[in-house]
């Protein structure tokens, strides 16, 4: 079992900036690749960017890519979403979640272990 506690988010302006944490206990937090995802009220769960075990590769949505970077700290259990340049319909609770995959993917079903999410909300 791994256990996925997200923090950092909040109420921002557009143009703003936030960093997302996701603090991770239980198993190997090395062994899982991290992945960010984000609901938007009356819309479906989508991807936002995966980080791989080591770090060393990354992959993002089109629509966060050049703004957004995710990156992780294996001796702190931690994996952050950094989120620059921030939009209205950038909107949405966003989760992080572990896959057991060494890459993880862009389908939420590859990602076995998820946290409670943490609200973002970007005013205009």
């Known amino acids: 079992q791994v256990q996925l506690v997200e923090s950092g988010g909040g109420l921002v302006q557009a143009g703003g900036s936030l960093r997302l944490s996701c603090a991770a206990s239980?198993?190997?937090?090395?062994?899982?690749?991290m992945g960010w995802f984000r609901q938007a009220p009356g819309k479906e769960r989508e991807f936002v960017a995966r980080?791989?075990?080591?770090?060393?590769?990354?992959y993002y949505a089109d629509s966060v890519r050049g703004r957004f970077t995710i990156s992780r700290d294996n001796t702190k259990n931690t994996v952050h979403l950094q989120m620059n340049s921030l939009k209205p319909e950038d909107t949405a609770v966003y989760f992080c979640?572990?896959?057991?995959?060494?890459?993880?993917?862009?389908?939420?079903?590859?990602?076995?272990?998820w946290g409670q999410g943490t609200q973002v909300t970007v005013s205009s």
């Open positions: 979640a572990a896959s057991s995959g060494q890459y993880g993917t862009a389908w939420d079903w590859d990602y076995a272990y």
């Open positions: 239980g198993r190997t937090f090395s062994h899982y690749a």
């Open positions: 980080i791989s075990w080591s770090g060393s590769s990354t």
